[in-house]
């Protein structure tokens, strides 16, 4: 994520928000990774995703101050922040305050993605966001696409069913309503709502957006099978199904742009982080994926 948060590469390192916790303050409260939390304060709350890290400290928790209102329901993590400033220079305390953490309960869920212009996309979906109780997006880039598309990804939650206007905005927002190149699986009685929209190239398949909402979270695998890019195999009605992961390889420098696996490679053959460094060329640049580089090379080590 950048400050203008305009380049679908540079969320390869952090593609989600999000707010880090200990795993063990989590364990202490019951929360599990990838669950909706309630941040709180004297000033005001916001929701985000629950992230375990061991970056870290017991007794603090972390969120980016780059997932603004652009990309959230909210105005971000300043919402529970200090509102006081230095006397001199004005700039804000923005750093830190006290918050309370509890897990979020909703009874709706959606997840969203759309392939093609997606600042174009984020534009249209972002007026929509304020009206959940929380909502996310993230840039996913293409490595495929020779055209520039990338995805926009939406995740979004209620205490109850959003209304059908909202729903028509967004399937208009995203050019994700029925038609012939999208199938569809609905089930009312249960709230279930799954589409997909397809695109096809030379008589092979792909995924170009989906639409998944029920009353827990879900449509993970077929959301990570549409950002692989690869073509898809088999019939299209098996995406509805339990589908076959295609596996993603996480960029983890985006300077430099470094995978995982090339990573554990050089950490499986003695590569501790300075010998990264000098091999790879990962974390010589702004550093952000220091402390990413040092986990790796722990787990690999330990394993």
């Not at 941040?39 to 375990?52: A, I, M, N, Q």
């Not at 972002?126 to 996913?140: F, I, T």
């Not at 190149?181 to 030379?202: F, H, I, M, N, P």
């Not at 019939?235 to 554990?264: G, H, K, M, N, Y």
Request: glycine residues 10%; aromatic residues 4%.
């Amino acid at each position: 994520m950048s400050r203008t948060g305009r380049v679908p590469e540079l969320f390869a390192h952090s593609p989600e928000p999000g707010l880090l916790m200990h795993p063990d303050d989590a364990a202490r409260r019951g929360l599990k990774a990838g669950e909706l939390v309630r941040v709180s304060s004297k000033r005001g709350e916001l929701v985000l995703p629950l992230e375990l890290s061991d970056e870290v400290g017991s007794g603090t928790v972390f969120a980016a101050m780059h997932w603004s209102g652009q990309y959230l329901s909210s105005g971000g993590i300043n919402e529970v922040s200090q509102p006081a400033v230095d006397a001199r220079s004005r700039q804000p305390e923005l750093k830190h305050a006290a918050v309370r953490v509890e897990k979020a309960e909703f009874s709706w869920h959606l997840l969203a993605a759309r392939h093609g212009d997606a600042l174009a996309l984020r534009a249209a979906v972002q007026p929509l966001l304020k009206d959940c109780g929380y909502a996310g997006l993230s840039l996913q880039a293409d490595p495929h696409a020779g055209d520039g598309g990338a995805w926009l990804v939406l995740r979004a939650a209620a205490a109850t069913p959003m209304p059908a206007d909202w729903l028509a905005a967004l399937d208009a927002a995203l050019s994700l309503a029925a038609g012939p190149d999208t199938l569809e699986y609905r089930d009312a009685r249960r709230g279930l709502l799954k589409r997909v929209a397809w695109r096809s190239e030379e008589s092979t398949n792909f995924v170009d957006g989906l639409l998944w909402i029920d009353t827990q979270p879900g449509g993970e695998p077929l959301l990570r099978t549409a950002l692989a890019g690869g073509a898809w195999r088999g019939p299209r009605l098996a995406a509805f199904s339990a589908v076959a992961e295609v596996a993603r390889d996480p960029v983890v420098c985006v300077c430099r742009q470094v995978t995982e696996s090339a990573i554990r490679a050089e950490v499986r053959a003695g590569a501790d982080v300075p010998v990264l460094k000098q091999r790879l060329g990962c974390g010589t640049v702004c550093g952000s994926c220091v402390p990413q580089l040092t986990r790796l090379a722990r787990e690999v080590a330990s394993a």
